[in-house]
């Protein structure tokens, strides 16, 4: 069953320091330093120190009401820095268009970074690339700086002996946010952590976007808008259709654990339930080198199901990662219970619960599971997308079906264009989609490639003064080759 919804309306679907006598000082001793302190602050001046005659000391109730407020413009807003967002921002700039990048959160990367989904693919399919362009130039880079050597891709995945996880890319997710922040600071991109929308308004062929973060209350002007939130959020906000259905898959809350030797637990003693959790992260030598890919038989990380997660809003969104918190803490008191497993401890947790499913938009063209699995031409295909249909079921099952061999999906650009929209576009997984065919686009591969293009389309909107609708599709794939892309030709 789906639910649509008018979103004019709500959417929600529902050490402190112990000073001893012994090192106690004498007072003059104690006024010395004081005088050596005080003629220290004056020989280098108090405002490099940041303390004395600082203006945050003065601020009185109304200077504060009013504080940091401010209005700006750019070409392109993109509104979310995750997945597609990083790559839509700084391909925006890249072709000249002043850019912003508006991201809640503290970091760039979204589900690869602050979610932990650290593997993100894929980029091959039967042997050969089928995605490139920014997002390739971000993976092969961190791969690289990091040490780390790239699967083998002429190995052919069969879905039974060779997986299709096998050629994912295992990334140094930290490293993965510091290359992101830098091209998009290199391009050009004006990036705006801590910061959200709170209303939008299309008027005489432009954009007035109010956001509000940290101290800041901002007026951003721009001529179009490209919506990465994963939510369709700034769609649903303009007043646009958005769809989702009933039951949304879980989510994912990812960790990791040590304190403790898989080779001599006894599994005899320990519930199977617990294997493939305890496996994970054991990258076993002999199967390393033994591995057609170069990589681990197991992806590494481990993870909790979160039932129902949904970032919609802040409220349903604190819920997820409660959830989760909850679920890991009661899973990690329990192991600790068996034979060898006493020390295992947690020695990572990503901060957010990683989200596979929320509002998709109603766009101009839906991708359906029976375009997906048939592999089905568009005149106005601009990127693949190569994944099985993958949804996750009450955190028990997963449905898969594999493409059939030599099958690559395409995705339409009509499927990111909202319905009656001007001006907006959105890239990631709220595309225009149904559930089954969602549950393979919303991989990272594909998601970024949706970034580029839509950065692509809303670039050469700008310039001709039209909706990305009205852009002429052949412009855009002469724009994404020039830039690297691969497009279906």
């Not at 091959?124 to 362009?133: E, V």
């Not at 959020?233 to 009933?246: E, I, K, L, P, Q």
Request: overall charge positive; glycine content about 8%; proline content about 4%.
């Amino acid at each position: 069953m789906v639910a649509y919804f008018s979103t004019r309306a709500s959417v929600i679907d529902s050490k402190p320091r112990t000073l001893y006598a012994s090192q106690m000082k004498p007072d003059a001793l104690i006024n010395m330093e004081r005088i050596k302190r005080r003629q220290m602050i004056k020989m280098l001046g108090a405002t490099s120190l940041g303390i004395a005659s600082s203006s945050f000391f003065k601020l009185d109730a109304s200077s504060q009401k009013n504080f940091n407020k401010e209005e700006t413009y750019c070409d392109i807003l993109v509104v979310g820095g995750g997945t597609s967002g990083v790559i839509a921002a700084i391909q925006s700039a890249r072709l000249g268009q002043k850019t912003i990048l508006m991201e809640s959160g503290s970091q760039l990367g979204g589900t690869l970074t602050t979610g932990g989904v650290s593997f993100p693919g894929i980029f091959h399919a039967w042997g050969k690339q089928i995605i490139s362009g920014i997002g390739w130039e971000l993976v092969r880079e961190c791969v690289a700086l990091n040490g780390d050597v790239l699967p083998d891709f002429s190995v052919v995945p069969d879905n039974k002996t060779i997986r299709h996880w096998r050629h994912q890319i295992p990334l140094n997710s930290a490293l993965y946010v510091l290359l992101a922040e830098e091209k998009c600071i290199d391009a050009g991109v004006n990036v705006r952590y801590y910061e959200s929308p709170v209303s939008v308004a299309f008027t005489k062929n432009r954009w007035t976007v109010i956001s509000s973060g940290k101290g800041t209350n901002t007026i951003i002007n721009c001529s179009q808008i490209i919506d990465c939130t994963g939510n369709a959020s700034v769609v649903a906000m303009a007043g646009h259709t958005v769809v989702r259905d009933t039951e949304v898959q879980p989510g994912s809350l990812i960790f990791t654990l040590d304190g403790y030797d898989f080779e001599n637990l006894n599994l005899s003693e320990i519930p199977e339930k617990f294997h493939g959790l305890l496996r994970q992260n054991m990258f076993i030598n002999s199967e390393k080198n033994n591995a057609p890919n170069n990589f681990p038989l197991t992806v590494p990380y481990n993870y909790v199901y979160v039932s129902g997660a949904d970032s919609t809003n802040s409220e349903t969104h604190t819920n997820a990662n409660i959830q989760g918190r909850k679920e890991l803490l009661k899973l990690l008191r329990e192991i600790k219970t068996y034979p060898g497993c006493q020390n295992i401890r947690i020695s990572g947790l990503k901060t957010e619960t990683a989200i596979r499913e929320t509002y998709r938009i109603s766009g101009l063209y839906e991708v359906t599971r029976d375009d997906y699995i048939n592999g089905v031409s568009f005149n106005d295909a601009i990127s693949y997308s190569f994944y099985p249909i993958d949804l996750h079921r009450n955190g028990k099952t997963i449905h898969q079906e594999y493409l059939k061999e030599g099958v690559v999906a395409q995705i339409p650009l009509r499927s990111l264009i909202p319905q009656n929209s001007n001006n907006l576009i959105v890239a990631g997984r709220c595309l225009s989609s149904d559930r089954m065919a969602n549950s393979a686009l919303r991989v990272q591969a594909s998601c970024m490639g949706m970034g580029q293009a839509a950065a692509v389309t809303v670039s050469i909107a700008n310039r001709m003064g039209v909706s990305p609708k009205d852009v002429p599709v052949a412009e855009v794939k002469k724009e994404l080759i020039k830039n690297g892309a691969i497009v279906p030709q």
